[in-house]
C-alpha cells in the first residue's frame, strides 16, 4: 500500500490544472520524484511540489495506491482525470472537471464539486458526500456520448443537466436535480431520490427513476403502465418520442 | 529571386504526356523553366515520385464549413488519421491546429500542403456571404484558393430565364462573379434552394419552382449558356436535383444529356458534375437502394460534353454541408442528428448535418462502393476528379487511404471483408479488376483539373507552369502500387517535399514555410448597355429585398490581398 498525501499550501486564486494528479502517476513513485510533476498554474506549468506539500508513505502499483488532498482545492481541477485503478481522497471542495475520462478506481469528495464531476466517465467509481454541480456525468461539447460506465453517487443536490448525452453506466442523487437530468441520453442509469424539472428530455435510451416531484414532465413521453422498484411502484414512461427514443422515466 | 533544380525525379505529368519518367525539373521565379544557372539551389529528389503540386477543385474549406465548426466543437479531438488531424500545439513555423472534418483555417492549409495539394476550390460560394469567404481564404496558408459561386436558386437568374433575357443573365451572373470574387458558376439543386424557402423541394428537372415558373432544367440550360456567352474558364459546376435519393440517378443522367449539344469556344467541358456518388443511386428506397454507377458510368462512357468528381465516401465521422437545404433537413431526420438550417435571402439555401459512414451499415457501404465504381467504370480518367467533396464524404486527409482503394484491388476486398452480405449483392465492386496507376491518379489529382478549370499554369511541370511540385517518398521503378498500398498511402500522407511557387514549405512531412497563397477570380466582361440594364434590376432588388445595400455587399478589393484576376470577354 502506497499512500501520498498533497497539502495545498496556499489557496490559489488562480486555477491549478491538476490533470496529472492520479494514482497512475504517483504510484510506487518517491516524494521528490511526485513533487516534480507538472501542473498547469494559470497559464504557466509549476512543479506538484511548489504548490503542495507532499508526504509519501510506501511504495506500490497503481491499485494499491490512495491519494489524500488537503487543504482547500476549489481552484483546482481535473483532479483524477483518466485515473484507471486506485483511490483519491480529497477533504475540501474540488474545482471542475474532477475523475473526468476515469476508467476505473474510487473518488471520494468529502464536500462539493463544481461542474462536470465524473464527465466522459468510463469506469470506477466517485463519491461525492457534499452537492454536484452542472453536467455531473456529462459529455464534452458535441460529443455523442457523456459518461459511458462506472457509478457517480452524490450525496447532496446537482444542479442542471445531470448526466448529459449519458450513454452508460448509474447516477444516483440522493439530494435534489435541477432542469434537464438525464438530457439526450442513450443508456445508463439515474436515480434521482429528491425532485427535479423537466427530466429525460430527447432520451433515446436508458432508465431515470425520480422518487421525488418531477415538475414540468415533458409531453413527449407515452405513459406505458406501471412499473415496481424496490418495492415502490412507479408511472411508467417511455419516449423521448420526438427522438423516437426507447427510454424509461419511472415517476411517482 | 531564387533558382531550384529538382535532380532524378521520377515525374508523372500528364499534361505533357510524361509517365514516370527519370528527369530533372528547374525553377525560377516561382515558374517551371527550361534550365537554370549552376548557382541554383539543388534537390535530389533520389527517384522519388514526382508530380505537380495537387488541385481539389471541389472542397468545402471557407464559408459553410464554420457552421460545421459552430455545431462540432469534439470535432477539434478527433485524431482518426494521426498526423493529420487532432490538436497539434503551434511551432516557430506553424500556427496550432485543430480539428478533423473542420479543422480551422490553418490546419486546412498545412495539412493539405502536407499531402502535395497546392490549389483547392471551395465549392459554394454565397455572394452575399463571399466577404466572409475571402476573409477565411487569406487565414489558410500556403495555398492558392478559387471558389465557385451559387446561381442556381437566385431570384435575378430566375428571373431573367422566365423572362428570356440571356444578355442580362449573362451580366448578371458576370456581376455576382465580380461581387463575390469567384471563379464560376455553382448551381446546386436548381430551384430547390428556392423552394426550400416555403419548405418544399422540387422532383426533377422540369418541376417548376415555386413563384418563380422556371423548371431546373430550364435554370441549368440558361446559366450554361450564360456560362459559354461570357467564355468563362470552368463550365458549369452541376449538383444535381434529387441529391441522396435512391433512384435519383434517372435525374442524373437527364441532367448530363441536357446539356448533350452545348457548345463551348473553350477546350473544356460544357458540364462538370459534381459529387456523383450522392447522386448515383439506384432503387425506389433505402429498403432496395443500389448502386446506379454502372448505368451512370455507361453514360459517361458515351459522351464527350462532361467531366465529374467522385464525393468517394469514407468510413467514420463525416460532416455534411450544402445549399442543398432540403436534403439536410431529410438528413437530420433521418440520422436523427442535429442540423443547421439558413436561408441565404435572395440566393439559396444552406444546412449542415453531422454524419458516419459505417462499413457495417449496408446504406454506407454501398454508398463507399458507388464512388469507387464511378471512378473505375468510367474509361477516360480525364473525365474524372477525385474528390471526398471534402468533409461531406469525408475528411481531406483520407485521400491517400481512398488512393489506395482505387490503387488495389486486394486493398478494397480488405475492406469490402467487414461488408454485411446484403450490400454485396447491392454493389458491383467486387467484379471489378481495374486498378489505377500512378499516371492515371495524377489526371484525376492535378492534370484533369488543369484543363477543366482552363489553369494552364496548374497541374503541371511543363515550362511556364507554376512551380507548384509535389515529391513523394515512393519509387515508382520498384513499388507494386497495387499491392504495396501501406507504401502508398504513407508516401501520399506526408510528401517529401511540397514547392508552392517554388519554395519548400513541406520538408519530409513537415512545414517548412507558411507563404501567403493566391486567390484566382474571373472577370467576365459585358456590354456595359447590358450591364447598365441588369444593375437598374439589381438595384430594385436591394432596395426592396436584400438585408444589406449593395455597397455593403460586394466584395472589395481590401478582402483579396493576392488577387490572380483573369478577364474573360464575352462572345
Keep these: 500500500m502506497q499512500t501520498v498525501t498533497l497539502s495545498l499550501k496556499e489557496k490559489n486564486a488562480i486555477p491549478i490544472e491538476a490533470d496529472t494528479i492520479n494514482p497512475d502517476n504517483f504510484a510506487s513513485k518517491s516524494k521528490d520524484e511526485i513533487g516534480a510533476i507538472l501542473v498547469w498554474y494559470g497559464n504557466a506549468q509549476v512543479t506538484i511540489g511548489e504548490v503542495f506539500d507532499v508526504a509519501v508513505d510506501g511504495s506500490d502499483s497503481t491499485e494499491n495506491t490512495k491519494v489524500v488532498i488537503n487543504g482547500d482545492v476549489s481552484r483546482v481541477k481535473r483532479i483524477g482525470q483518466e485515473m484507471s485503478a486506485g483511490e483519491i481522497e480529497i477533504n475540501s471542495n474540488v474545482d471542475m472537471h474532477c475523475g473526468s475520462n476515469m476508467t476505473g478506481g474510487k473518488i471520494t469528495i468529502n464536500g462539493d464539486a463544481d461542474s462536470w464531476v465524473g464527465c466522459e466517465m468510463k469506469g470506477g467509481e466517485i463519491v461525492v458526500n457534499g452537492n454536484g454541480s452542472y453536467y455531473v456525468g456529462g459529455g464534452y461539447r458535441g460529443e455523442a456520448c457523456g459518461m459511458k460506465g462506472g457509478k457517480i453517487t452524490v450525496t447532496g443536490n446537482v444542479r442542471d443537466y445531470l448526466g448529459e448525452h449519458m450513454c452508460g453506466g448509474e447516477i444516483v442523487v440522493k439530494g435534489d436535480a435541477g432542469l434537464l437530468p438525464g438530457i439526450s441520453n442513450n443508456g445508463g442509469s439515474i436515480v434521482i431520490e429528491g425532485n427535479t424539472t423537466m427530466p429525460a428530455s430527447e432520451m433515446k435510451a436508458g432508465t431515470i427513476i425520480i422518487k421525488g416531484e418531477a415538475a414540468e414532465l415533458l409531453p413527449s413521453f407515452a405513459e406505458d403502465g406501471t412499473e415496481d422498484v424496490d418495492g415502490v411502484t412507479y408511472r411508467k414512461f417511455a419516449g423521448d418520442v420526438n427522438a423516437n427514443g426507447k427510454g424509461v422515466l419511472l415517476v411517482k | ?571
Design chain 2, 1 to 571: 529571386m531564387s533558382e531550384l533544380l529538382i535532380k532524378n525525379a521520377v515525374v508523372c505529368d500528364p499534361i505533357n504526356n510524361v509517365n514516370c519518367e527519370k528527369m530533372d525539373i528547374s525553377v525560377k521565379d516561382g515558374k517551371i523553366v527550361e534550365s537554370v544557372s549552376s548557382g541554383a539551389k539543388v534537390i535530389d529528389a533520389g527517384g522519388k515520385l514526382t508530380m505537380a503540386g495537387g488541385v481539389d477543385g471541389h472542397t468545402h474549406c471557407a464559408g459553410k464549413i464554420n457552421v460545421g465548426r459552430f455545431m462540432s466543437p469534439h470535432d477539434m479531438r478527433m485524431t482518426n488519421v494521426p498526423g493529420l488531424s487532432g490538436k497539434e500545439a503551434p511551432t516557430a513555423t506553424t500556427r496550432a491546429q485543430v480539428g478533423y472534418n473542420t479543422p480551422n483555417a490553418f490546419a486546412i492549409g498545412y495539412r493539405y500542403a502536407k499531402l502535395g495539394y497546392t490549389t483547392i476550390g471551395e465549392a459554394a460560394i454565397p455572394i452575399i456571404g463571399a466577404r466572409h469567404t475571402h476573409e477565411e481564404f487569406e487565414a489558410i496558408p500556403i495555398l492558392d484558393k478559387f471558389g465557385l459561386t451559387l446561381f442556381g436558386s437566385n431570384w435575378q437568374v430566375m428571373e431573367y430565364i422566365r423572362d428570356d433575357e440571356p444578355e442580362k443573365l449573362a451580366a448578371y451572373v458576370a456581376w455576382g462573379l465580380k461581387a463575390s470574387r469567384g471563379y464560376g458558376i455553382k448551381i446546386v439543386n436548381p430551384g430547390g434552394g428556392e423552394a426550400w424557402g416555403w419548405g418544399k423541394n422540387v422532383s426533377g428537372l422540369d418541376d417548376p419552382v415555386p413563384n418563380f415558373d422556371v423548371t431546373p432544367a430550364q435554370i441549368i440550360m440558361g446559366l450554361a449558356e450564360a456560362n459559354e456567352k461570357l467564355n468563362l474558364p470552368h463550365s458549369i459546376h452541376l449538383h444535381c436535383n434529387n441529391l441522396g435519393k435512391p433512384g435519383n440517378y434517372e435525374t442524373t443522367i437527364a441532367s448530363m444529356k441536357l446539356l448533350e449539344n452545348l457548345k463551348s469556344n473553350r477546350d473544356r467541358q460544357v458540364l462538370h458534375v459534381t459529387h456523383v456518388q450522392f447522386n448515383a443511386y439506384g432503387g425506389t428506397s433505402w429498403r432496395d437502394f443500389e448502386s446506379a454507377a454502372p448505368q451512370v458510368s455507361d453514360y459517361i462512357n458515351s459522351t464527350d460534353h462532361m467531366t465529374f468528381d467522385l464525393g468517394q465516401a469514407i468510413f467514420g465521422p463525416a460532416m455534411t454541408m450544402t445549399a442543398d437545404g432540403p436534403v439536410e433537413y431529410a438528413n437530420s431526420r433521418m440520422l436523427n442528428a442535429k442540423w443547421s438550417n439558413m436561408d441565404v435571402e435572395l440566393e439559396d439555401a444552406s444546412g449542415v448535418v453531422p454524419i458516419t459512414y459505417s462499413p457495417k451499415n449496408f446504406v454506407n457501404a454501398v454508398q463507399w462502393a458507388i464512388g469507387l465504381e464511378l471512378a473505375l467504370l468510367v474509361d477516360d480518367p480525364w473525365k474524372v476528379m477525385f474528390t471526398t467533396d471534402s468533409p461531406n464524404g469525408g475528411s481531406f486527409v483520407n485521400y491517400p487511404e481512398a488512393y489506395t482503394y482505387l490503387m488495389s484491388a486486394k486493398r478494397r476486398a480488405e475492406v469490402i471483408e467487414g461488408f454485411p452480405e446484403m450490400a454485396l449483392g447491392r454493389m458491383n465492386i467486387p467484379g471489378i479488376d481495374r486498378e489505377i496507376d500512378l499516371y492515371e491518379l495524377a489526371i484525376m489529382t492535378r492534370a484533369m483539373q488543369s484543363k477543366i478549370y482552363c489553369m494552364d499554369t496548374k497541374g503541371h511541370l511543363g515550362v511556364g507552369a507554376d512551380a507548384d511540385i509535389a515529391i513523394y517518398d515512393l519509387k515508382p521503378d520498384s513499388v507494386d502500387t497495387t499491392v504495396e498500398y501501406a507504401a502508398v498511402k504513407k508516401a501520399f500522407s506526408g510528401a517529401a517535399y511540397t514547392i508552392k511557387s517554388g519554395e519548400v514549405v513541406v520538408k519530409d512531412g513537415e512545414i517548412a514555410m507558411t507563404p501567403e497563397g493566391r486567390t484566382y477570380w474571373v472577370n467576365a466582361k459585358m456590354p456595359q448597355a447590358t450591364v447598365d440594364a441588369m444593375q437598374v434590376d439589381v438595384a430594385k432588388k436591394f432596395k426592396k429585398y436584400y438585408s444589406v445595400s449593395q455597397s455593403n455587399y460586394m466584395v472589395e478589393d481590401e478582402y483579396l490581398p493576392h488577387p490572380v484576376e483573369i478577364t474573360t470577354e464575352a462572345v
